[in-house]
């Protein structure tokens, strides 16, 4: 099995374990409908994701390991990473202003920095 096969494969899987965790648990909370909608959601971007490989630009992009698409791959997953920081701690600030327990994003952001150091590390350690 090839290594575009694997990384197409574990981006699917984690996809549909996750759809599969978020239905569960609106399911359990007493919103059907939107259990069934957010599983039909999952199921088309799974669907976009498996004919993607059927499209050169975007099997390069999504699964390809030649080095510009690395390069494209690491500069969108660090802006992601950066967005994604920036809004978690924003909601803690917020919710801290409104008098309520920001410790989940507080929580959340100190993982983001734990493993922003500990992969940046191994990467060091690697090269």
């Known amino acids: ?11 699917l899987a984690t996809m549909v374990l996750l759809g599969i965790g978020n239905t569960t648990s609106t399911w359990i909370r007493g919103d059907h409908r939107k259990a069934l909608e957010s599983l039909a959601l999952v199921a088309v971007i799974a669907l976009f994701l498996l004919l993607a490989g059927r499209t050169e630009r975007l099997r390069r992009q999504l699964f390809a390991t030649d080095e510009r698409a ?5 500069f969108a997953a660090a802006w992601a990473g950066f967005a994604m920081m920036v809004t978690t701690f924003v909601i803690f600030e917020v ?7 920001g410790e989940p994003y507080y929580w959340m952001s100190g993982l983001y920095v734990f493993l922003f150091v500990l992969l ?6 690697r090269n």
């Open 70 to 74: 690395d390069a494209i791959g690491l």
């Open 120 to 125: 940046g590390l191994a990467r060091s350690l």
């Open 1 to 11: 099995m090839s290594k575009e096969t694997k990384t197409k494969l574990l981006v």
């Open 95 to 101: 919710e801290f202003a409104r008098g309520h327990s």
